[in-house]
C-alpha cells in the first residue's frame, strides 16, 4: 500500500526528500518539494492534478529520464539518481516501460518491429525476441496486426502497440502518462482495462499520471500533486476493470 | 546487424532526400575517380621513366629539332652506354580526331635503349626491312582493328600529305603502363619523305651505364654543346616527363583545389541533410532512448546512417568513373594511359567514407546529447 511518509522499508519504489527545480533565465521554479512516496510492487497510483503541478516530471524520475535537484529516487533498493548515463539506460530498458499520451511509435517500423525495439538491446535471439513481441501483441490484442505500420492503425491500436512495446521486456514499473488523453472514451477504456490487467494479473506497479477523474478511479491509489507536493492520499479503490463490471 | 535494419529504413523515409544525398556523393566521387584518372594518364610518364636514361632535347623547346650529328657526339661521351632518338610525327587516321602519338625512331639503337617493350625478333626484323614499315601498340591496334601486315596511311600535320605504313609489329611491354596508344616507324622513312627539317632528329635518349652518372652526364652534354646553335637541355626522363605533364599546367594542385571544393560541398550538403533527417526525429531518437539505447548506440546509429549514404553514393559514383574510364580515353590521344588505378578506386571510397563520418558527426553528436526529457517536451 503506498505511503506518503518516509518510514516505509523494503517498498519497490521509496522516494525521500525529492525536490526538482528548473531554471527559466535567473528564475528558478520549485516543480516538486520535499516529496516522500514508498510504493509496493504490484501497486497501481494514479496521479492527479492540475497543469504544471509536477506530474510528468514525478513520472520522469521515477523512470530515471530525469536527475532529481535533490533527495532520493530508489527502485528495487537501487539509487537510480546515483547511475550514469549508461547504466541508467540499461537499467530503464531492463525495468520501466513507458506508456505516452501521443504513443510515440516510430513511423517506419510496423508494429511488431515497434514493439520489439527494447529486445535489440538484449542478448535474445531472433526467435526468442520474435514469441516475446507476439505474446506482447496478443496480450493487447493486436496478433493480427504485426505487419501494420502506426499510420494503418487506429488511436486506440497505435496505443495498445505503444502498450505492448511497454511491456515486451518484462519490466517491473510501467510509466503511463495521459496514456488516454488523446482517444475517446470507448478507445480509453479498452486500454485503461490493459493496464489494470496489466497491473492486478501481472503484478506490474503502474503510475498513472491523468487528467481524467474516470481513469484514475482505476488505480488502488489517487495522489493529488498540487504546486510540487504531494497534498492528498486519496482512498485506496479496487481496481475494477471495465471487463470485470460488465463480462462480455 | 540487427541494428542495420533501423537504418536502413531511416533511409527509406524520404526517399527523395536520400537520393539526392547519394547523388551528391555519385557526383563528388565519379569527379575524383576521373580527376585521378587524368593525373594518371598525365603523369604516367614520370612512373614508368627509365632512372638511367637521360632526354636531351633543344633547350629552347621541345618542339625544335637537334642536329642529327650530335648523336655520335653523344654516344662518345664518357659514361654513355648507347645513344637513340625520335621524331614527332603528329599524324592522324582518316580524321583529326583518330590522332595517337605518332613518332619516327631509330632503328638502330631504340630497342636497345628501351628493352621494357617486348617486339619478336621476326616482327621487329620484317619492320627494319620494310622502310615503310611500322610497330603499333595494342590500343590503336584493338581501336581501329589493325592487325600485322595491314596497310595504314596517316595523314600528316606537321609534314602534311598522306604518308603510307605497313604494320610489322604490335608490341607489348613489360608494365600495363606502358601499354599507351603509340605508333612508330623509321626515322628513314621520314628523313627520306620530308621536304624540311632534313638532317635533324626531335630529341636523343641517352642511356648512362650506371644511374649513379645521370647527373654527371647530362651536365657534360650540355656543356659540350653550349654556345652552339642549337644548345641542349638534358635531364632525367623522369623530369622530362614530368616537365611534359606540368606544361598544361600544375595538374596535382589543380586537381586538389577541384577535390577539395566539392568535398566541401559535399560535407555541406550531407551534414545538412542528416542534421534535418534527426531534427525531425527527435521525439523517435527520445523514445528510443526512453527504451534503453545508450547516447553511444544512438550516436553510432546516425553515423551509421552517414556511413551508408557515403558508401552507397561512392561506390556507385567509383563505378561510373570506372566505366567512363574503360571506354577509352576521350581526348583522342592526348590522354593515352587513361585508366583507373585499383588503389585509386580504394582511396576514393575511403575518402567518400571519410566525408560521410565528417559530414555525420555533428548531428549524431546532436542526437547523442539529447535529453529525453527536453525532446519529449517539444513532441
Redesign the interface.
Known amino acids: 500500500m503506498a505511503r506518503l511518509d518516509s518510514g516505509g522499508k523494503g517498498a519497490l519504489v521509496e522516494i525521500r526528500n525529492l525536490d526538482k527545480k528548473y531554471h527559466r533565465g535567473e528564475e528558478e521554479i520549485d516543480v516538486l518539494r520535499g516529496l516522500n512516496l514508498d510504493v509496493e510492487q504490484g501497486e497501481f497510483i494514479a496521479f492527479m492534478g492540475p497543469s504544471g503541478s509536477g506530474k510528468t516530471t514525478l513520472l520522469n524520475l521515477i523512470g530515471g529520464l530525469d536527475a532529481p535537484s535533490a533527495g532520493s529516487v530508489r527502485i528495487a533498493g537501487e539509487e537510480i539518481s546515483a547511475l550514469s548515463g549508461r547504466k541508467l539506460a540499461a537499467w530503464r530498458s531492463r525495468h520501466i516501460g513507458f506508456i505516452f499520451q501521443m504513443y510515440n511509435l516510430i513511423p517506419v517500423l510496423t508494429a511488431f518491429q515497434n514493439v520489439q525495439l527494447p529486445l535489440l538491446l538484449t542478448g535474445l535471439s531472433k526467435p526468442e525476441r520474435r514469441r516475446h513481441v507476439d505474446d506482447a501483441l496478443a496480450l493487447v490484442g493486436l496478433s493480427d496486426r504485426t505487419r501494420h505500420y502506426p499510420r494503418q492503425l487506429s488511436g486506440g491500436q497505435e496505443q495498445r502497440v505503444a502498450i505492448a512495446r511497454a511491456i515486451v521486456a518484462d519490466p517491473t514499473i510501467l510509466l503511463c502518462d495521459e496514456p488516454t488523453g488523446d482517444l475517446d472514451r470507448a478507445s480509453g477504456d479498452e486500454i485503461l482495462d490493459i493496464i489494470g490487467k496489466l497491473s492486478k494479473e501481472f503484478g506490474k506497479t503502474v503510475f498513472l499520471v491523468t487528467h481524467d477523474p474516470v481513469a484514475a478511479k482505476r488505480a488502488d491509489t489517487i495522489l493529488h500533486l498540487d504546486k510540487g507536493t504531494l497534498l492528498e492520499y486519496a482512498a485506496e479503490k479496487p481496481i475494477a476493470s471495465k471487463a470485470e463490471e460488465s463480462p462480455r | 546487424m540487427?541494428?542495420f535494419?533501423?537504418v536502413f529504413?531511416?533511409l527509406?523515409?524520404k526517399k527523395l532526400r536520400t537520393a539526392l544525398t547519394i547523388g551528391s556523393f555519385t557526383v563528388a566521387l565519379f569527379l575524383f575517380g576521373v580527376l585521378v584518372t587524368i593525373k594518371t594518364a598525365l603523369s604516367s610518364g614520370v612512373d614508368v621513366a627509365g632512372a638511367d636514361r637521360l632526354v636531351v632535347r633543344n633547350r629552347i623547346s621541345l618542339i625544335m629539332p637537334l642536329p642529327y650529328s650530335y648523336r655520335d657526339v653523344i654516344r662518345q661521351m664518357p659514361n654513355v652506354a648507347e645513344v637513340t632518338f625520335a621524331t614527332w610525327f603528329g599524324g592522324y587516321y582518316q580524321d583529326m580526331k583518330n590522332f595517337f602519338p605518332n613518332y619516327a625512331i631509330d632503328t638502330e639503337a631504340y630497342r636497345k635503349v628501351y628493352p621494357e617493350y617486348i617486339i619478336p625478333d621476326a616482327d621487329w626484323k620484317a619492320f627494319v626491312e620494310d622502310r615503310q614499315g611500322c610497330i603499333i601498340s595494342p590500343p590503336v591496334a584493338k581501336k581501329y582493328g589493325f592487325k600485322i601486315g595491314d596497310r595504314v596511311p596517316l595523314q600528316g600535320t606537321v609534314w602534311t600529305g598522306t604518308w603510307e605504313f605497313n604494320v610489322r609489329a604490335i608490341y607489348d611491354a613489360q608494365r600495363e603502363e606502358m601499354i599507351t596508344p603509340e605508333f612508330w616507324f623509321q626515322y628513314k622513312y621520314l628523313e627520306e619523305q620530308r621536304p624540311f627539317y632534313k638532317g635533324t632528329v626531335g630529341w636523343y635518349v641517352a642511356k648512362v651505364d650506371d644511374p649513379a652518372n645521370a647527373v654527371a652526364v647530362a651536365k657534360t652534354i650540355d656543356d659540350r654543346f653550349s654556345n652552339s646553335p642549337s644548345e641542349t637541355k638534358t635531364e632525367t626522363e623522369k623530369s622530362f616527363a614530368a616537365g611534359f605533364a606540368n606544361q598544361i599546367g600544375n595538374i596535382r594542385l589543380l586537381i586538389l583545389s577541384i577535390g577539395s571544393v566539392v568535398f566541401f560541398t559535399l560535407l555541406l550538403v550531407t551534414g545538412n541533410a542528416l542534421a534535418t533527417a534527426v531534427r525531425e526525429r527527435t521525439?523517435?531518437i527520445?523514445?528510443?532512448?526512453?527504451?534503453?539505447?545508450?547516447?553511444?548506440?544512438i550516436l553510432g546509429l546516425v553515423m551509421a546512417e552517414s556511413l551508408t549514404l557515403a558508401a552507397i553514393g561512392g561506390a556507385i559514383g567509383l563505378a561510373l568513373a570506372k566505366l567512363f574510364t574503360l571506354s577509352g580515353d576521350p581526348t583522342g590521344g592526348m590522354l593515352s594511359f587513361f585508366y583507373l588505378p585499383t588503389d585509386s578506386l580504394a582511396l576514393g571510397f575511403a575518402l567518400a567514407l571519410a566525408a560521410g563520418a565528417a559530414a555525420g558527426i555533428i548531428p549524431a553528436v546532436g542526437a547523442m546529447r539529447l535529453k529525453?526529457?527536453d525532446a519529449?517536451r517539444r513532441?
Open positions: 540487427k541494428y535494419h533501423i529504413v531511416n527509406r523515409r521525439a523517435e527520445a523514445v528510443m532512448k526512453t527504451v534503453g539505447f545508450t547516447d553511444a548506440s529525453i526529457v519529449l513532441v
